[in-house]
C-alpha cells in the first residue's frame, strides 16, 4: 500500500486518538490501552514499508502519548498533586529536554556577555543597576558588608517582597514566550547580563568570594528556577512557531497545556528561595564559609536533581517499550 493510501485509509481513526489523548473527554486505561494497541500496529507497518516517513514520527509521538496517559491516569487516581511533580512534570521535563539545554546554554552565554562588559566598560554596571544602588553598595562594602543590603527590612516584609517580584519575573519569562519565544529571550537577556556585571563589580571590588556566600544562597534556587521558566516560555513560543504535524491552534494548545505545567513545577523552588533571601542571606557574612557553602550546594543539588537528574529515572520507569517506539 502506498504512504498516501495508508494514510487516507487511517486518518479519521488517527484524529479520534489525537482527541483522546489532547482533548477534554477522559477515558479509564481500558479504552486507552486498546488505543495503545492500534496505534502499536500502525507504527509497526509505517516502521515497515514507510521507515523515513514523517507519517512515523507522528504515529510515534501518538504512540508515546497514549502510553504516558496510561501510566498518569492509573497513578493519578491515587494523588493528583503527589503525581503532578512525581511524575507528570519530570516526563515532560525529559520530552522537552532540548528546550532546557538552549535556555542553560543561553544562561552561561548572556551572563558572560554581562561578565565582559563590566569588564571593559566602567560604567557599565551603572548603565544596569543605576548609580544609586552602586552607591550604595560601595559604601555597604567600604563598611565590611557588601550584602548588607539583604538586612534591610523584616523578615516577613522581605520575603514576601521578595517571592511576589521573582513570581512576576518568572511569569513575564514564560508568557511572553507567545511573541514566538522573542519576548523571553529579551527578559531572560537583561536578567542574565544584569547578573554577569553584578558579580564582576563584587569581583573588581574585592569582595567576589563575600558576595557568593551571599548571593548564591538564595540565587541557586532563583537562578536555576528562572532558566527553567524561560525554557518554559521557548516551548510556548515553539509551539506557535513550529506546529510540525499538528494544526497552529493544537500545536498552541498542546505547548501551553505542557509549557504552564512545566512553569507551575518552579513556584515551591522560588518560594523557598524568597524564603531564604528573606530569612537567612541577612546572616551571610557572620556565618561560617562551611555552612553558607553547604546551604548553596545543598540547594542547588535538589533543584538540579529535580529538573536535570530525575526527569530521567521516571522516563525509564514508566517508558518500558520506548525501544520500540524510536
Known amino acids: 500500500m502506498r504512504e498516501i493510501a495508508f494514510i487516507k485509509q487511517n486518518k479519521e481513526k488517527w484524529l479520534e486518538f489525537e482527541l483522546a489523548i489532547f482533548g477534554k473527554a477522559k477515558k479509564n486505561p481500558d479504552e486507552l490501552a486498546n488505543l495503545y494497541i492500534q496505534m502499536m500496529n500502525d507504527l509497526s507497518y509505517a516502521q515497515t514499508y514507510y521507515p523515513k516517513s514523517k507519517t512515523v514520527v507522528y504515529l510515534n509521538h501518538l504512540a508515546s502519548q497514549i502510553y504516558q496517559k496510561i501510566y498518569k491516569t492509573k497513578r493519578a487516581e491515587k494523588n493528583r498533586f ?8 519530570p516526563l515532560l521535563l525529559y520530552e522537552y529536554r532540548r528546550y532546557l539545554l538552549y535556555s542553560f546554554v543561553l544562561f552561561f552565554v548572556t551572563v558572560a556577555i554581562g561578565v565582559i562588559s563590566a569588564r571593559y566598560d566602567q560604567n557599565f554596571v551603572r548603565l544596569i543597576l543605576g ?10 562594602i567600604k563598611k565590611g558588608d557588601p550584602m ?5 527590612g523584616s523578615n516577613w516584609g522581605s520575603f514576601i517582597g521578595i517571592t511576589m517580584n521573582n513570581l512576576y519575573v518568572g511569569a ?4 511572553y514566550g507567545i511573541f514566538g519565544g522573542i519576548g523571553t529571550f529579551y527578559i531572560f537577556l537583561q536578567n542574565c547580563i544584569m547578573l554577569g556585571s553584578f558579580q564582576y563589580f563584587f569581583y573588581e571590588q574585592g569582595v567576589f568570594w563575600k558576595s557568593v556566600r551571599g548571593i548564591w544562597i538564595h540565587g541557586s534556587m532563583e537562578i536555576f ?7 518554559a516560555g521557548f516551548i510556548l513560543g515553539a509551539s506557535i512557531l513550529f506546529p510540525k504535524t499538528f494544526s497552529r491552534v493544537n ?4 505547548g501551553f497545556k505542557n509549557s504552564f505545567k512545566i512553569f507551575l513545577s518552579t513556584f515551591p523552588f522560588t518560594i523557598s528561595a524568597g524564603f531564604l533571601e528573606g530569612f537567612i542571606t541577612r546572616y551571610s557574612i557572620d556565618m561560617p564559609n562551611w555552612l ?5 550546594l545543598f540547594t542547588l543539588s535538589i533543584i538540579s536533581f529535580y529538573y536535570l537528574v530525575y526527569p530521567y529515572i521516571v ?9 520500540k517506539l524510536t
Open 292 to 296: 553558607s557553602s553547604f546551604i548553596i
Open 225 to 231: 528556577a528562572i532558566v527553567i521558566e524561560t525554557s
Open 172 to 175: 513575564r519569562c514564560y508568557i
Open 315 to 323: 522516563h525509564k520507569k514508566t517508558q518500558p517499550l520506548s525501544a
Open 251 to 254: 500545536s498552541f494548545k498542546i
Open 82 to 89: 503527589t503525581e503532578f511533580f512525581k511524575t507528570e512534570v
Open 148 to 152: 548588607a543590603v539583604y538586612g534591610t
Open 131 to 140: 548609580d544609586g544602588y552602586v552607591n550604595m553598595t560601595l559604601e555597604n
